[in-house]
């Protein structure tokens, strides 16, 4: 479901600080629910804990209660914004049981018009991109229809730390894939760029909050992000077709089977990872004779994950199913879809109690694809 | 974090992951542990319309356990019912199996490729299934002895652990007493009883024994991980080309539409691009199955 884009470009708008809590609540009014980042310990005292362990507050996307508006500055989310596309756990349908008889509740498509503003874009891209499994086949129409129902402006990002490696998957960050519109942080406010018919008709909804963007003001974005893509660049430089081969040709290469060495297994990194998709479904049973069929985030991290009803197990180390990570995301996946399953946000890195780090690991095979024999073996279809 | 739903009205339409109902119109007992049903859609409309082609599986409910992955075990020839076989190993299973006769119940399929059965017109085929491993076979069988006269030699070789542990063993004697299917029935050595007037012998050394001819022939394989492994060469030493050797995979499944990642193996989703692989495309995947 790629979203249409204006092939000419708009002339930049100005959203200045002040408008943001008009345009806020005029959203509210319209009942547009609004999707932002916010610090966590506001809304709950864990947060605020584990803020006093970290030594800076926790980020996180919320549905904004009234009156708050949205953080548009630097600093990461913990979580990307995949859950409110595909939420941790949802209800497919309800099922009542009347004798022998079934009754099948279906639950409530979403229909209700969300904004998210100030999306990181590593996690608006993450939302094309899993578009393409979501929709080769089969379409899924809980993930669809909350795709539809929201509208997405991604905030351009000055680069948080030396997890982050966006260029090194393509993509850059101030990159509006996956979005209807880019805003970039300015002296004052922000310029505004709606790169969809959905961003545009957006802005026009709320024309009053938005007024030209001075050349200035334009000239001091484009600065901003052009140092922030150089920065990115800086911390990690692939060739991600070169990768691809070489995993896709070296299934028994030693170092990819001992990559997940240090790896416990715990399966944070699936779940903090924006493009990382798999689930499971499961019934959850409501005393007798009722329940609802839920799916809920998995993860390949997990033995249980592929384990078969007579016991046997195609992935039973830790080795194999980590391997079955980068090969899912940097080789299986851009082979299906034509992109890498990754967006470079660095949060499985950021979050890895191990220290499994992917700008380490990436930055490994990248090297081992370029030597010369790996051209060879690759052109050989591999060594397996 | 919870993400409210922030819809009003139920959806009109179904979800791809929202079953059919069926109900349990009969149930046989295959052995101690391994049951057959027989479902019928209560939708009149799907009870037409309903098709699939051989090889394909299906992914049943039993509502408060879950789902199961099992391949639909009757014939596409067969309209009007599906039959699914299974073994009670876990949660959903066992479920499965406290459903009586009225019971409902819930289907999603058919999902997955199939048999190439179109392309084996004048060709013998070759069927070779352990234990269990019979339920998709038997499906393919029934499919092509309803077409009898598309094809050439028909030979059946099916083995299992022991007597007890043969399933559907009225067909196996139907087939036996047919003049136009060549049937061989083995046991484990240790699994015969005094009664046994099949062979002894794994699978695997009796195919070898019986040795059919790869001339204008393709085979259809399907059991334990091992007794496919040790069939393949068997296969390859009478003659039978990777192309014509065909095996159906079981990977643990959920959504069986290409979404929740469980399936995947090396470059294939086993329930979009499977179940049903040659031996030549079983052989460019990575040594995990």
Known sequence: MSQERQTDAAPALFLAEGELAALVDELAAADVEVIGIVEAAAASPAAAAADVLHGRPAL?????????????????????????????????????????????????????????????????????????????????????????????????????????????????????????????????????????????????????????????????????RRTAAERVRANLEIDADSVRDWIAGHFDDPELAALGVRCHGCGACAFVCPTCHCFDIVDETEGVGRGTRRRLWDTCQTGKFTVHASGHNPRDDQNARFRQRVNHKFSIYPLRFGEVLCTGCGRCSRECHAGQDLVEILGAIDVAARRPEAAVAAADGGEA | MSTPVTGREPRPTPTIYEPSLMTVVDLVDETVDTRTLRLEFNDEGLRESFAFRAGQFGEYSAFGAGECTFCIASPPTRAGALECTFKTVGKVTAALRELNVGDTMGFRGPYGNWFPVDDWHGKNVLFVAGGIGLAPVRCVIWNVLDRRDEFGDVTIVYGARSVDDLVYKRELEEWAGRADVNMVTTVDPGGETPDWDGRVGFVPTVLGEVAPSAKDAVAVVCGPPIMIKFSFPVLADLGFADDDVFTTLEMRMKCGVGKCGRCNIGPYYVCKDGPVFSATQLKTLPPEY
């Open chain 1, 60 to 224: 996180e996307y919320r549905v904004l209660p009234p009156g708050v508006t949205p953080l548009l500055g630097p600093g990461m989310p913990r979580l990307s914004l995949k859950g409110f596309f595909l939420p941790q756990t949802e209800a497919l349908f309800g099922w009542r049981q009347h004798g022998a008889d079934v009754g099948i509740e279906r639950s409530a498509a979403a229909t209700r018009p969300r904004v998210a503003l100030g999306v990181k874009p590593c996690d608006a891209a993450a939302l094309e991109i899993v578009d393409h499994v979501m929709n080769w086949d089969y379409a899924d129409d809980p993930w669809n229809e909350r795709r539809a129902a929201t509208t997405v402006f991604s905030l351009a990002c000055p680069v948080e730390d030396s997890s982050c490696f966006c260029a090194a998957v393509g993509l850059a960050p101030d990159t509006a894939r996956g979005a209807d519109g880019l805003l970039t942080p300015v002296t004052g406010g922000w310029v505004v760029e709606p790169t969809t018919e959905k961003g545009a008709a957006f802005v026009a909804a709320h024309a009053e909050r938005f007024g030209p963007a001075a050349p200035a003001l334009v000239a001091e974005g484009a600065e901003r």
